[in-house]
């Protein structure tokens, strides 16, 4: 491989930005993106980065997007569809824009980001695609219909895609991360987190580095034989 691009949506925090710290540590220069501005050179005290303020469920924007990267001759060839949203409530309460809001942010702007990048990759006969999907859209969850099904969306999106690409030298996986401390899970109270805790074999939250990790592994040369798989990094919370 001779440039190492990455793309990371949904970078400012949480597991986006741990994954971008531990690119930017193995000579990835690193593209992030989020929907407001972010100064991503100062989060990885670094200036092989460049941050854009991108809304991916926009298709508008994406344009803009490219040509801003074709000017840095930065076109990735890892992308690490990251970014998401959760708007939980019971089925019966669920609005209707919970429902499309959480949709088009987890899994349309998946099409529209990979969309945008995959045919610079099948033009040079190699990428990598990465895929942040969760145990949420593998065994479900009460409370999260919208986010569960936009979560198993992403592991159907990355089988059928691997499948097409794969003979073009290029590899599509998903990563399902289990219950793992970010901002998303802060708000658990001790019973919460208590009766959680109870669930995981493990008996503790997973770190946004366990995720960062097995992301730079499923980019690298080591697993050029893997693809079309959805990985669950949960402490032994779902085991198929």
Sequence with gaps: MDKKIVFITGVSRGIGLEIAKCFISYDYYVIGSSRSDYKLDE??????????????????????????????????????????????????????NDWDEVINANLTSVFNITKLFIKFMVKDRYGKIINISSVAGLMGNAGQVNYSASKAGLGGFTRSLAKEVAARNITVNCIAPGFIKTDMTNHFNNDELDNILKQIPQNKMGNPKDIAHLALFLASSNADYITGQTISVDGGLYMS
């Design 43 to 96: 989060a990885l005290d670094s200036d092989q980065c460049l941050h854009i303020a991108l809304d991916t469920t926009k298709r508008d924007q994406l344009n803009d997007c490219l040509e801003q990267l074709k000017t840095h001759e930065k076109i990735p060839n890892v992308l690490i569809n990251n970014a998401g949203i959760t708007k939980d409530q019971l089925f019966l309460r669920m609005k209707d």
